[in-house]
């Protein structure tokens, strides 16, 4: 089979790669030789193993009808949408890791793939190499997911791990992280949440079955927390971890991404540095924890080569996919109960044990003249509430394993 890569950045080359180097493996496992007959990319790469294939138009790849699956790693909506959408419709398989374009597009481009007999695929969109989406589609398919509750922001959890160890504080940690490129140079995406919003979004798609958008996801980011959050998450023995989490409850589906105090009962609490970890709950199979690079070069090749082999085991055969273009209603979060560890300022401690009077408020010792307490199975809407009427230093929710 031939096959041409869109992007020649760190995953392009990566994939690039792994068809170069573990050939004989790949060709017994797919049944056949797999070759990259065309890279595109607007750069010059000189010296490079990639120049003889390398092309600047898309129409030696559209246009060619041998090229019969395309992996797509340039990234973002655009030319991406336009690019998959004409070689979808000409009847070439894509296998991207593009989360951008799976979480705003996916639901067309898997319609036209069903329509056409071929695939689209996207293994590699969230948590790198983790084999996540496809185990959600096929491993699970006699078991109903009933939550998942996962650190799938590598960036963030490199931060939130260097904020623990070293005591740091957030804008610290960040400049160190982009000056070794762990993070990019505009990190908004991955710091405000949006990144693991649309890899939930993605994965609870697969769950429900139906279009969930990840606009309707409620997201927060970690450009809040400081050193002293770390100091008392300690105390509490828990750790702090950007949580994407969908969760179903009698019929309702509620999916949230935001920053939450695990304890060191869960998993989810030794995920560390740029790993990813994803538990996932079956109504029969109950938890099944998955671990391991979520981002990077090779690794994140190595799950899109996969989606390829895939391809090449199944032509003139669409994989059958269950995300319907149905949209899946997600909850207000309002209605939700958490648990929640707050701060404010030591003189407003009597006026916040009368604002959340209506909870259990477990108080923490004071430090740094502050009052910190845990106000617990408040429904977000009444913290929110008793928030306006005090002022808040800063909140952060409890992850409750008893109900995962
Ligand atoms: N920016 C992403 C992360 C890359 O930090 O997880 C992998 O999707």
Same mark, same amino acid.
């Given at each position: 089979?031939?096959?041409?890569?869109?992007?020649?950045?760190?995953?392009?080359?990566?994939?690039?790669?792994?068809?170069?180097?573990?050939?004989?493996?790949?060709?017994?496992?797919?049944?056949?030789?797999?070759?990259?007959?065309?890279?595109?990319?607007?750069?010059?790469?000189?010296?490079?193993?990639?120049?003889?294939?390398?092309?600047?138009?898309?129409?030696?790849?559209?246009?060619?009808?041998?090229?019969?699956? #395309?992996?797509?790693?340039?990234?973002?909506?655009?030319?991406?949408?336009?690019?998959?959408?004409?070689?979808?419709? *000409?009847?070439?398989?894509?296998?991207?890791?593009?989360?951008?374009?799976?979480?705003?597009?996916? !639901?067309?481009?898997?319609?036209?793939?069903?329509?056409?007999?071929?695939?689209?695929? $996207?293994?590699?969109?969230?948590?790198?190499?983790?084999?996540?989406?496809?185990?959600?589609?096929?491993?699970?398919?006699?078991?109903?997911?009933?939550?998942?509750?996962?650190?799938?922001?590598?960036?963030?959890?490199?931060?939130?791990? *260097?904020?623990?160890?070293?005591?740091?504080?957030?804008?610290?940690?960040?400049?160190?992280?982009?000056?070794?490129? $762990?993070?990019?140079?505009?990190?908004?995406?991955?710091?405000?949440?949006?990144?693991?919003?649309?890899?939930?979004?993605?994965?609870?798609?697969?769950?429900?079955?139906?279009?969930?958008?990840?606009?309707?996801?409620?997201?927060?980011?970690?450009?809040?927390?400081?050193?002293?959050?770390?100091?008392?998450?300690?105390?509490?023995?828990?750790?702090?971890?950007?949580?994407?989490?969908?969760?179903?409850?009698?019929?309702?589906?509620?999916? !949230?991404?935001?920053?939450?105090?695990?304890?060191?009962?869960?998993?989810?609490?030794?995920?560390?540095?740029? $790993?990813?970890?994803?538990?996932?709950?079956?109504?029969?199979?109950?938890?099944?924890?998955?671990?391991?690079?979520?981002?990077?070069?090779?690794?994140?090749?190595?799950?899109?080569?996969?989606?390829?082999?895939?391809?090449?085991?199944?032509?003139?055969?669409?994989?059958?996919?269950?995300?319907?273009?149905?949209?899946?209603?997600?909850?207000?979060?309002?209605?939700?109960?958490?648990?929640?560890?707050?701060?404010?300022?030591?003189?407003?401690?009597?006026?916040?044990?009368? #604002?959340?009077?209506?909870?259990?408020?477990?108080?923490?010792?004071?430090?740094?003249?502050?009052?910190?307490?845990?106000?617990?199975?408040?429904?977000?809407?009444?913290?929110?509430?008793?928030?306006?009427?005090?002022?808040?230093?800063?909140?952060?929710?409890?992850?409750?394993?008893?109900?995962?």
């Amino acid at each position: 089979m031939k096959i041409a890569i869109l992007g020649y950045g760190t995953i392009g080359s990566g994939v690039f790669e792994v068809f170069g180097t573990n050939v004989d493996n790949i060709k017994k496992r797919a049944g056949e030789e797999i070759t990259v007959k065309r890279v595109l990319d607007l750069r010059e790469f000189p010296g490079d193993p990639v120049e003889a294939r390398l092309t600047h138009d898309f129409r030696d790849i559209a246009d060619d009808p041998e090229i019969e699956c #395309v992996v797509e790693t340039m990234g973002g909506n655009e030319p991406a949408y336009t690019f998959l959408k004409e070689l979808l419709l *000409k009847g070439k398989s894509v296998c991207t890791s593009n989360k951008e374009l799976v979480a705003n597009h996916g !639901t067309e481009l898997l319609e036209i793939a069903r329509q056409k007999k071929i695939n689209f695929l $996207f293994e590699a969109s969230v948590g790198g190499a983790i084999p996540i989406i496809r185990p959600l589609m096929e491993s699970f398919s006699g078991d109903e997911i009933i939550d998942i509750c996962g650190i799938i922001n590598g960036t963030t959890n490199y931060i939130l791990t *260097k904020m623990d160890r070293d005591g740091a504080d957030y804008a610290d940690v960040l400049a160190e992280a982009q000056a070794k490129g $762990f993070a990019e140079r505009n990190p908004e995406a991955d710091v405000e949440g949006h990144d693991a919003a649309r890899k939930i979004a993605i994965l609870a798609s697969l769950a429900c079955g139906a279009e969930v958008d990840f606009r309707d996801v409620y997201t927060e980011g970690i450009t809040k927390l400081t050193a002293l959050d770390f100091e008392y998450a300690r105390r509490m023995g828990r750790v702090i971890k950007l949580i994407a989490s969908m969760r179903k409850i009698d019929g309702k589906v509620f999916s !949230t991404v935001r920053p939450m105090l695990i304890p060191a009962e869960t998993p989810l609490y030794t995920v560390n540095d740029v $790993f990813n970890g994803i538990l996932v709950n079956g109504r029969f199979s109950k938890s099944i924890m998955f671990y391991g690079s979520g981002a990077g070069k090779l690794p994140t090749a190595s799950a899109v080569a996969a989606d390829v082999i895939e391809v090449a085991k199944n032509r003139g055969r669409n994989i059958p996919i269950v995300w319907s273009n149905k949209k899946q209603p997600i909850e207000d979060r309002m209605e939700q109960k958490n648990d929640f560890f707050i701060r404010v300022k030591h003189s407003d401690k009597h006026k916040a044990k009368e #604002v959340f009077s209506g909870v259990h408020i477990d108080e923490l010792k004071p430090e740094n003249g502050e009052f910190a307490f845990i106000a617990r199975n408040m429904a977000e809407k009444d913290y929110e509430e008793a928030a306006k009427k005090v002022d808040i230093i800063n909140k952060i929710r409890l992850l409750n394993v008893a109900q995962r």
